[in-house]
């Protein structure tokens, strides 16, 4: 039997496989195929940093060069190459790269192919119409920012609201546009969502709720608007897209591995197992049990998640015996117009307690609760506090003693 190990998805959670192979002492052929033509680099900046206004264009986030890669890791690095097959009876892998399809066999295989941003129906076809998941994606946002484009957003999420927040950093007009009345409810609360919603109106961000989108108007093949159900249409020279995203998974279909009935995320055990001999899935795409909210099934869609689980699954792999479960308690950041939201935990409550709420600094603290338990906890521009509160979670703390701790008892 072959000793390769394999990591399918050149991103985050892959990286952090191939360097935890490593450094828990394998020497095998380690292999990373990744379908990107772009070496490994970090997702977050391209909403952030690498939108701002600077006359040049910054460099790709990547976190390796190629040769260190190579050096510090001796990998096998096919880029550009997607993996398209499982075939776990004969633990192969079908690859399709530059030089046309190969079979790659292996004994331990880390399935890190993250998530594919939604577009909108007719979107694909229409110059100036965008998602932001990739690299590339990055750029063609960034030059439409830099040529001054009157910008919509569709979907008040994280990452639409920190474009918006990117554009009016250059003064441009921009529109988002959410279906919910609240942005955010199903992520935050409602609370919360209000109080990023404040956000978007004191920045001069023209926030529009409980609107539908139904169609995207052009000319000569460019976007020059988009029309909302109630028959208006908003010009825009620029539209992202922040209408969430599906699991990379499409390539799997009809392959042993036992896929979510909602999104089609790898279903894992509380060690990343998909239950396939030799066979881990981590970050965007897995879904796991959490044994601190009573085992319940989640994908996480965060940066930690993903470096954690990439690292963690790995070692499971080549260690099943000693396989240790996914206990991190979820973390989230996002960055608007200067501030910094943070979230740990879930954000499935029974009641949500605001306990501070400053909207003339936009400071903001607001704890979760679940049964007698904290379970999450939000803050605007409270970094210490927040890790304070993660702390809590993972220690399962009781909610009387989470308010104490917050002042609020
Ligand atoms: C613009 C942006 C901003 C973000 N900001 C934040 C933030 O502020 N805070 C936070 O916590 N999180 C943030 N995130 C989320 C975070 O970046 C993701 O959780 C993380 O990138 C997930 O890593 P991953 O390796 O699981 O998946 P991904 O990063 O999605 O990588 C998967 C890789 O696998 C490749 N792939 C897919 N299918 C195949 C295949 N069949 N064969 C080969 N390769 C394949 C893909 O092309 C991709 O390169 C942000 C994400 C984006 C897009």
């Not at 919509?152 to 007009?173: C, H, N, Q």
């Amino acid at each position: 039997m072959s000793d390769r190990f394999v990591v399918v998805g050149g991103s985050l959670a892959g990286l952090r496989a191939a360097q935890a192979a490593r450094r828990a002492g394998f020497r095998g052929p380690l292999t990373m195929i990744g379908g990107e033509a772009h070496l490994p680099y970090d997702r977050p900046p391209l909403s952030k940093d690498y939108l701002e206004p600077n006359e040049r264009q910054p460099a790709a986030p990547t976190f390796r060069t190629e040769q260190a890669l190579r050096d510090e890791l001796d990998l096998d690095l096919r880029l550009n190459t997607w993996a398209t097959g499982l075939h776990p009876a004969h633990t192969t892998l079908t690859v399709h790269g530059p030089y046309g399809e190969d079979e790659l066999d292996y004994r331990y295989l880390v399935l890190a192919t993250g998530a594919e941003a939604r577009m909108l129906p007719g979107g694909e076809q229409l110059a100036g119409v965008h998602t932001l998941r990739t690299l590339d994606d990055a750029i063609a946002v960034r030059t439409a920012l830099d040529n001054g484009a009157r910008t919509v957003i569709v979907g008040a999420g994280f990452i639409g609201s920190e474009v918006a927040s990117a554009a009016r950093v250059r003064g441009l007009d921009v529109t988002v546009l959410e279906a919910l009345p609240v942005p955010l409810v199903r992520s935050v609360g409602e609370a919360m969502g209000r109080a990023c919603a404040a956000l978007h109106h004191a920045h001069g961000t023209d926030l529009r709720c409980g609107v539908k989108v139904t169609d995207l108007e052009s000319a000569g093949g460019r976007v020059t608007g988009v029309t909302l159900d109630e028959g208006s249409t908003i010009p825009a020279e620029l539209v992202v897209v922040g209408a969430g995203v599906a699991p990379g998974t499409g390539w799997l279909t009809g392959s042993a591995l036992r896929l979510h009935e909602r999104d089609k995320g790898i279903v894992c055990d509380g060690t990343l197992s998909t239950g396939l001999p030799g066979v881990y899935a981590a970050g965007d795409v897995a879904h796991f049990p959490h044994p601190l909210f009573d085992g319940t099934l989640m994908r996480l869609e965060h940066w930690t998640n993903a470096a954690e689980q990439g690292a963690l699954a790995a070692k499971n792999a080549l260690n099943p015996d000693a396989a240790m479960p996914a206990t991190a308690v979820p973390y989230f950041w996002s960055d608007w117009y200067g501030r910094r939201i943070q979230f740990v935990g879930i954000p499935r409550a029974e009641e949500i307690r605001v306990v501070s709420e400053e909207l003339g600094e936009e400071k903001f603290l607001a704890l979760y609760r679940g049964g007698d338990r904290i379970t999450g906890c939000i803050t605007i521009d409270r970094p210490a506090q927040v890790m304070k509160f993660r702390r809590m979670i993972a220690q399962s703390k009781t909610w009387d003693e989470a308010l104490h701790f917050a002042g609020a008892r």
